[in-house]
């Protein structure tokens, strides 16, 4: 019971950020959204950051479960890491991380919101902080496993996180040839 209410205000979290913006996104708004009281709310998340951390987490499982799923097809995280993420206004298909998977513009939203959340704590470390560096930091340890030369994971990071922020700030998607080239060059001979 206690995780489906957790999930609850969770996805009510979401909705609103989605919806509304940051700034609607208040304990009261969103404990109203998901039908507990602002003691049950705080009961699960003692503060606004507690949820946003957990929301960001919980974005993390998803984008695990996503990774998994293309390694089970024969991804690599690398090649994973740089699929760009299908955005309404992209018309790049791909098949890794995104591509026409149909969450995408769901996590963009979020991220934004997110990144949205970021911006109003004025660069104050705190648990939504945390909660991304968590997040990016296992894919970072992930693809330094895959590769041999510590440099050239690194790389492959930057790009994939580039790719990440176009989509975020609503860039238009790579030339999907010249996309495909540049992950070939990248991925050439180097995934273990």
Not at 44 to 51: G, I, L, R, T, V
Not at 148 to 154: F, S
Request: charged share 25%; no cysteine.
């Amino acid at each position: 019971m206690a995780t489906e209410t957790r999930d609850r205000i969770l996805d009510a979290l979401e909705e609103i950020l989605v919806r509304d913006g940051t700034d609607k996104a208040t304990l009261d708004a969103v404990a109203a959204h998901a039908g507990v009281s602002k003691g049950g709310l705080l009961y699960h998340f003692p503060s606004k950051d507690a949820m946003m951390a957990a929301m960001v987490r919980r974005l993390g499982e998803r984008a695990e479960r996503k990774r998994v799923h293309a390694a089970d097809a024969g991804t690599s995280l690398a090649e994973w890491y740089l699929s760009p993420l299908a955005t309404p206004s992209s018309s790049a298909g791909s098949t890794g991380s995104a591509g026409t998977d149909p969450d995408d513009a769901l996590e963009i939203a979020l991220f934004r919101s997110t990144l949205a959340a970021f911006r109003s704590t004025d660069g104050t470390p705190g648990a939504v902080q945390d909660a991304v560096v968590e997040m990016m930091g296992m894919y970072d340890r992930v693809l330094q496993d895959e590769f041999d030369d510590p440099v050239h994971a690194e790389i492959v990071r930057l790009v994939g996180d580039g790719l990440y922020l176009a989509a975020l700030v609503g860039l238009p998607g790579p030339d999907p040839d010249l996309h495909r080239r540049v992950v070939e060059r990248l991925l050439r001979d180097q995934v273990r």
